[in-house]
């Protein structure tokens, strides 16, 4: 038997998939379709202190080997949340991570306090990655000393793992790792989605109501890797790599570049059991070729740094 | 609700361009109420990516049916399926139309591909109402398709069949020169043909259904993708693919 789980401070995930926040809902809307209970864990949609209505319509768009969306970050706000979703959560067998955003330091502090009281939430993910709403998301993403802070502040509200989703809409995004390593973040997770866009050259439209949206799905894999390889390069705390994750082979690719564990979004619309099949496959491909742990993976590409270009900014 | 990889059973070109594929699925056509839908992987690549939205045209014993017209890569790729191929489905999704109680007169207005859920709202309520009466419209006769449907009033835009104009300005027509009794309209089709009808059931005052489109990833309410804005009530957004396809013409704000 191949060993397939890790530790986050102590928590440990059965194995190195997770579901990607906004791609599982809140956990109990695909329950007769997947067991849950069969994956590393499960990261909430994003929540906010207040619920949120989420941007108009043209919200989703699909585009070669992926797809846009402009969901601005819809939610049924905290409250909500642990009278009605939290009850259904308790009852897993799997590592529940809460994904949350706001639109300011306070919002993220009031949010994380309150949820870390409920010993049914094993730890944080915190977006400040969002590239669909005007305030708060990418406005903190883009400024590494505003992560940092985020992440200063909220390291000192809780023991719990707390994660911090990266954006790869920045020119280096090892700084970023770099800072929230320094502010005492236990992992970080990327890439967020990409920046991107779609036009209708008939009504001469963009195809999404905010004209821009984010990218995700097979379409952004290469970018994925790449950056991830360099949050590795950079930092020593756990990465957890998402970009296009459809496969066990691809979610390897990842681990090779230096990820300890995966995330898989887009690909739950597309096939709601992608992510069990995911782990088993990671596990099946570890057993027959005499791996005895995922771990060994990690971080084990077989490149010549001497001739990465990447080398120079880091 | 299931996810199965069904067997095609048969594809037919039933009018120009307008595509009938049937696949065999015990729960899908068992389970199936009139406008819920089924959300359809063609093949397991990436283009198309997502899967696509159907209303469940039609139902027999075990096996169910979808109507199309071929818009992009996913319709070209299903238009093609030949009995025997497999198609990833997912389903039945979505708030059926309401027809439950105190309708007498069922009158079904589908423009275009909008006639897709009205074969199986047939089927379902042709014993508990005393009247059906349906309006079809379409751009010309030969892409007209009728069939399962009763009391056809056809209307094209080029006069080729039926009625010269919109569906919608045939059943207005019909409304003056007819009495129905205890009347529901139930409405598919292009937008702009769901806000006329929309404007006429207010003017007559008869309760009216629409089964709405809409872009969308799941078909399940995680994605969020498929908001519709509401008239009013305490969130300012309901999703086609939940609280919809079908929505009350009056709670819901058609987009322009």
């Known amino acids: 038997m191949t060993k397939t789980s890790f530790k986050l401070r102590d928590v440990e995930f059965k194995n190195r998939v997770l579901v990607a926040s906004g791609t599982f809902g809140y956990g109990d809307e695909l329950k007769d379709l997947v067991d849950v209970n069969m994956l590393g864990g499960m990261i909430t949609k994003s929540l906010s202190w207040k619920p949120r209505d989420g941007n108009p319509p043209g919200r989703i768009a699909e585009t070669t080997g992926g797809m846009l969306n402009s969901?601005?970050?819809?939610?049924?706000?905290?409250?909500?949340?642990?009278?009605?979703?939290?009850?259904?959560?308790?009852?897993?067998?799997?590592?529940?991570i809460v994904n949350i955003a706001a639109s300011s330091i306070d919002e993220y502090c009031d949010v994380?306090?309150?949820?870390?009281?409920?010993?049914?939430?094993?730890?944080?993910?915190?977006?400040?990655?969002?590239?669909?709403?005007?305030?708060g998301g990418l406005s903190f993403g883009t400024d590494c000393d505003a992560t940092a802070e985020i992440t200063s502040r909220l390291r000192r509200l809780t023991e719990k793992p707390l994660i911090i989703k990266l954006t790869p809409n920045v020119t280096h995004v090892s700084e970023f790792a770099k800072a929230v390593a320094?502010?005492?973040?236990?992992?970080?997770?990327?890439?967020?989605?990409?920046i991107g866009m779609a036009v209708d050259i008939k009504t001469r439209k963009p195809r999404l109501s905010t004209v821009t949206g984010g990218l995700s799905g097979p379409a952004i894999k290469p970018i994925a890797l790449a950056k991830v390889y360099e949050a590795a390069q950079s930092v020593d705390i756990p990465i957890i790599g998402i970009g296009g994750i459809a496969s066990a082979e691809d979610a390897l690719e990842f681990l090779l570049v230096g990820a300890s564990a995966v995330q898989i979004g887009t690909m739950n619309y597309v096939d709601p059991s992608a992510s069990v099949k995911i782990a088993q496959g990671m596990a099946e491909f570890a057993a027959r070729n005499n791996v005895g742990d995922l771990?060994?993976?990690?971080?084990?590409?077989?490149?010549?740094v001497e001739f990465s270009v990447l080398q120079s900014w880091l | 609700?299931?996810?199965?990889?069904?067997?095609?059973?048969?594809?037919?070109?039933?009018?120009?361009?307008?595509?009938?594929?049937k696949f065999s699925?015990?729960?899908?056509?068992?389970?199936?109420?009139?406008?819920?839908?089924?959300?359809?992987?063609?093949?397991?690549?990436?283009?198309p990516l997502l899967r696509r939205p159907f209303s469940v045209c039609r139902t027999q014993d075990d096996e169910a049916e979808i109507v199309f017209n071929i818009v992009g890569e996913g319709t070209r790729i299903l238009s093609e399926k030949e009995p025997g191929e497999k198609i990833d489905v997912l389903g039945p999704l979505g708030t059926p139309f309401g027809y439950q109680k105190g309708v007498d007169t069922a009158i079904m207005v589908a423009g275009g591909l909008g006639v897709a859920p009205f074969p199986l709202l047939t089927q379902k309520i042709r014993n508990q109402v005393k009247r059906i009466e349906t309006f079809v419209g379409a751009a010309t006769g030969r892409k007209l398709w009728t069939e399962h449907l009763e009391n056809v009033h056809a209307?094209?835009?080029?006069?080729?069949?039926?009625?010269r104009g919109t569906v919608v300005a045939q059943l207005a027509e019909f409304l003056e020169s007819n009495k129905v009794l205890h009347p529901k309209i139930f409405g598919c089709g292009p937008t702009r043909m769901l806000h006329a009808l929309s404007d006429l059931a207010k003017r007559y005052e008869i309760a009216?259904?629409?089964?709405?489109?809409?872009?969308?990833?799941?078909?399940?309410?995680?994605?969020?993708?498929?908001?519709?804005?509401?008239?009013?009530?305490?969130?300012?957004?309901?999703?086609v693919c939940t609280d919809g396809p079908t929505f009350d013409s009056r709670e819901i704000v058609l987009q322009a």
Do not use: W
Request: proline fraction near 3%; charged fraction near 20%; glycine fraction near 10%.
């Open chain 1, 182 to 194: 320094r502010a005492g973040a236990d992992a970080v997770s990327l890439i967020n989605t990409v």
């Open chain 2, 155 to 163: 209307a094209t835009d080029d006069g080729t069949k039926g009625f």
């Open chain 1, 112 to 135: 994380l306090s309150l949820l870390d009281q409920e010993a049914a939430v094993d730890g944080f993910e915190i977006n400040v990655s969002c590239p669909n709403v005007k305030e």
């Open chain 2, 1 to 21: 609700m299931v996810q199965e990889i069904a067997t095609v059973t048969g594809r037919n070109e039933v009018a120009d361009g307008i595509y009938v594929v």
């Open chain 1, 295 to 304: 771990a060994e993976f990690v971080g084990a590409l077989d490149a010549n």
């Open chain 1, 71 to 96: 969901i601005g970050l819809a939610n049924i706000g905290v409250h909500h949340f642990v009278k009605d979703k939290l009850p259904y959560l308790k009852t897993l067998n799997t590592v529940v």
């Open chain 2, 25 to 47: 699925s015990a729960h899908i056509s068992r389970t199936s109420l009139p406008g819920q839908f089924v959300n359809v992987r063609v093949g397991n690549g990436f283009l």
């Open chain 2, 208 to 239: 009216c259904d629409l089964s709405l489109e809409g872009d969308m990833a799941c078909g399940m309410g995680i994605c969020q993708g498929c908001p519709v804005e509401r008239v009013n009530g305490t969130k300012k957004y309901s999703l």
